[in-house]
């Protein structure tokens, strides 16, 4: 089995010399950003947000949605991986210190550096397309997707006129909300309407319901009410 390294890259901070920040991704899946700063003993947490949430934003509102179960922000520089694994979900085995071109970045343009350099991998979003073509696209497309936070969703959207296309649909379809026989909607989604493009439908559904995929797939060979397996997404 293939330890776990905490990184932990140094960056240039007014309170201290000694500051440094990470992106960790929890066993549950989850991905949060983690800054610290070290004076001689002493470890305090600094800042630490999920950046899994709030994308597309920058700034205060980017940085809002905290893990609730970490409670404890100063602590011995030796209990920091003990820490991690008990309130941040997430066991490392050892230290790594880092000083690279990323030190003098502010927050968010050391995010945005992250987030590219996850993006990388190509992560497909698979749509079933139905319908006279409108805007290069199938007037009708639905898949059911798994998010980030690895909950089911299925998501219909439709072409609406004018370039833009509607959501007709979205819902979580977890086995719960299936045997309460509920509809819910993800408290994430705000916009009705959108650009019915591929690259709008991925911003849509990115930014909105918590995804991270890079290219859109469109097909209509795959009986989409036969199965209820999220067809793409975090599985």
Same mark, same amino acid.
């Not at 071109?101 to 497909?124: G, M, P």
């Not at 909105?208 to 999220?230: A, G, K, Q, R, Y």
């Given at each position: 089995?293939?330890?776990?390294?905490?990184?932990?890259?140094?960056?240039?901070?007014?309170?201290?010399?000694?500051?440094?920040?990470?992106?960790?991704?929890?066993?549950?899946?989850?991905?949060?950003?983690?800054?610290?700063?070290?004076?001689?003993?002493?470890?305090?947490?600094?800042?630490?947000?999920?950046?899994?949430?709030?994308?597309?934003?920058?700034?205060?509102?980017? #940085?809002?949605? =905290?893990?609730? @179960?970490?409670?404890?922000?100063?602590?011995?520089? %030796?209990?920091? $991986?003990?820490?991690? *694994?008990?309130?941040?979900?997430?066991?490392? #085995?050892?230290? =790594?210190?880092? @000083?690279?071109?990323?030190?003098?970045?502010?927050? %968010?343009?050391? $995010?945005?550096?992250? *987030?590219?350099?996850?993006?990388?991998?190509?992560?497909?979003?698979?749509?079933?397309?139905?319908?006279?073509?409108?805007?290069?696209?199938?007037?009708? $497309?639905?898949?059911?997707?798994?998010?980030?936070?690895?909950?089911?969703?299925?998501?219909?959207?439709?072409?609406?006129?004018?370039?833009?296309?509607?959501?007709?649909?979205?819902?979580?379809?977890?086995?719960?909300?299936?045997?309460?026989?509920?509809?819910?909607?993800?408290?994430?989604?705000?916009?009705?309407?959108?650009?019915?493009?591929?690259?709008?439908?991925?911003?849509?559904?990115?930014?909105?319901?918590?995804?991270?995929?890079?290219?859109?797939?469109?097909?209509?060979?795959?009986?989409?009410?036969?199965?209820?397996?999220?067809?793409?997404?975090?599985?």
């Amino acid at each position: 089995m293939k330890k776990s390294i905490l990184k932990l890259e140094a960056f240039t901070s007014s309170s201290s010399v000694n500051s440094f920040r990470t992106i960790i991704k929890t066993k549950h899946g989850r991905i949060l950003f983690l800054s610290l700063e070290f004076q001689e003993t002493t470890c305090t947490i600094t800042n630490c947000f999920y950046t899994d949430r709030n994308q597309g934003k920058t700034g205060v509102e980017r #940085y809002q949605t =905290k893990p609730l @179960k970490l409670q404890n922000f100063q602590f011995s520089r %030796d209990k920091l $991986l003990s820490v991690i *694994e008990a309130m941040l979900d997430k066991k490392f #085995y050892s230290i =790594k210190y880092i @000083k690279n071109e990323t030190i003098n970045l502010t927050l %968010d343009e050391y $995010l945005q550096t992250k *987030e590219k350099a996850a993006k990388f991998k190509y992560r497909f979003l698979i749509m079933v397309g139905d319908g006279e073509i409108c805007n290069g696209l199938p007037a009708r $497309l639905r898949t059911r997707l798994k998010n980030k936070l690895h909950r089911a969703i299925y998501v219909e959207l439709v072409y609406y006129k004018n370039g833009k296309g509607v959501v007709q649909q979205c819902c979580y379809c977890d086995r719960k909300y299936q045997r309460q026989d509920i509809t819910i909607t993800p408290s994430m989604l705000i916009s009705c309407f959108f650009p019915y493009t591929r690259e709008g439908i991925l911003n849509l559904l990115n930014h909105e319901i918590c995804c991270d995929f890079t290219h859109m797939i469109v097909t209509d060979d795959i009986n989409l009410d036969s199965n209820t397996t999220p067809l793409c997404g975090a599985i």
